[in-house]
């Protein structure tokens, strides 16, 4: 109920005013049974506009992070996930990714509708990157269709890290449902799994236009993330350096200024030593210069 009342009334009215979303294709969705609705990446905002674009329930899986927060704040965040049509996954792969998968296979089994991000992240760069597998495991186990659904300028509307939305339209284009009964019930066919896998991504390719990268999101911005360690830490030795060489041009600043000042006081002391008149102390008087010479013959 309060899935309904999120979308059709709190979140779903709001959205459509304020971004103008439009969408393709809606008639591709099966009007009943389960299937997997298979979404490009770009943005957190994906799993909001998505579902609101589709006129049945969307379950869509999220990290374990909503689910697991403490403090009253979490609390209300796995509250608002659940009621939202959320289900928690464990993002650490092996025996908790097949747990995930099990979840989304009860959704499918229960004549629902599932989504997935095949990439498995967020694209770091507005590109289309490698299908896992997951997915087409998903689809050969329930024997159901897999909806390919682009995302269009999601990522212009709400960019990685950022909290507050910018007013962009955005859209979604739906493509023709794609089924395998051919490969029912074979999860351990891997060859057909990635041929599925590689087939959606490709009319993901076509429907969004991206650009498309044979290789994992995941992979990618861990070299990303290396870099940027790499970077800061370079930063801080660049720092440190700094900072050694400021000590040092106060070390020889201030041993300049001692021997300055040093070389003040002696002077100072020399001067003060000197009698009045301004001979200096080893100056011999006309009183010391011995007998006078006899004059000339």
């Given at each position: 109920?309060?899935?309904?009342?999120?979308?059709?009334?709190?979140?779903?009215?709001?959205?459509?005013?304020?971004?103008?979303?439009?969408?393709?294709?809606?008639?591709?969705?099966?009007?009943?049974?389960?299937?997997?609705?298979?979404?490009?990446?770009?943005?957190?905002?994906?799993?909001?506009?998505?579902?609101?674009?589709?006129?049945?329930?969307?379950?869509?899986?999220?990290?374990?992070?909503?689910?697991?927060?403490p403090g009253v704040k979490g609390w209300l965040t796995?509250?608002?996930?659940?009621?939202?049509?959320?289900?928690?996954?464990?993002?650490?792969?092996?025996?908790?990714?097949?747990?995930?998968?099990?979840?989304?296979?009860?959704?499918?089994?229960?004549?629902?509708?599932?989504?997935?991000?095949?990439?498995?992240?967020?694209?770091?760069?507005?590109?289309?990157?490698?299908?896992?597998?997951?997915?087409?495991?998903?689809?050969?186990?329930?024997?159901?269709?897999?909806?390919?659904?682009?995302?269009?300028?999601?990522?212009?509307?709400?960019?990685?890290?950022?909290?507050?939305?910018?007013?962009?339209?955005?859209?979604?284009?739906?493509?023709?449902?794609?089924?395998?009964?051919?490969?029912?019930?074979?999860?351990?066919?891997?060859?057909?799994?990635?041929?599925?896998?590689?087939?959606?991504?490709?009319?993901?390719?076509?429907?969004?236009?991206?650009?498309?990268?044979?290789?994992?999101?995941?992979?990618?911005?861990?070299?990303l993330a290396a870099r940027a360690r790499g970077g800061?830490?370079?930063?801080?030795?660049?720092?440190?350096?700094?900072?050694?060489?400021?000590?040092?041009?106060?070390?020889?600043?201030?041993?300049?200024?001692?021997?300055?000042?040093?070389?003040?006081?002696?002077?100072?002391?020399?001067?003060?030593?000197?009698?009045?008149?301004?001979?200096?102390?080893?100056?011999?008087?006309?009183?010391?210069?011995?007998?006078?010479?006899?004059?000339?013959?």
């Amino acid at each position: 109920m309060f899935y309904w009342i999120l979308k059709h009334i709190v979140v779903g009215p709001a959205v459509r005013v304020v971004f103008r979303p439009w969408v393709e294709g809606r008639e591709h969705v099966p009007a009943s049974g389960g299937a997997i609705l298979a979404s490009n990446h770009l943005s957190f905002s994906d799993s909001i506009f998505l579902p609101l674009m589709v006129d049945r329930r969307v379950t869509f899986p999220a990290k374990e992070e909503y689910f697991t927060g403490p403090g009253v704040k979490g609390w209300l965040t796995k509250q608002f996930f659940t009621a939202a049509g959320q289900i928690p996954i464990d993002r650490s792969g092996g025996q908790a990714s097949m747990v995930a998968l099990e979840k989304g296979l009860e959704v499918l089994r229960q004549g629902g509708l599932f989504g997935i991000y095949p990439e498995g992240t967020r694209s770091p760069d507005g590109r289309l990157y490698r299908g896992k597998t997951g997915m087409a495991r998903l689809a050969v186990a329930a024997d159901v269709p897999i909806v390919p659904c682009a995302m269009i300028d999601t990522d212009k509307a709400q960019p990685t890290g950022q909290r507050i939305p910018n007013v962009v339209q955005v859209g979604v284009r739906i493509g023709r449902p794609m089924h395998y009964p051919q490969y029912a019930g074979q999860v351990e066919n891997h060859q057909a799994l990635r041929e599925i896998t590689d087939d959606v991504m490709r009319e993901l390719q076509r429907l969004s236009g991206q650009d498309y990268v044979d290789e994992y999101a995941a992979s990618v911005k861990g070299r990303l993330a290396a870099r940027a360690r790499g970077g800061i830490e370079q930063a801080r030795e660049g720092l440190e350096q700094a900072r050694e060489n400021i000590e040092h041009a106060r070390e020889r600043a201030r041993a300049g200024l001692t021997e300055a000042a040093d070389k003040a006081r002696e002077g100072l002391a020399t001067r003060r030593a000197r009698p009045e008149g301004g001979a200096p102390p080893e100056a011999s008087g006309p009183e010391d210069r011995g007998p006078a010479a006899p004059p000339p013959a």
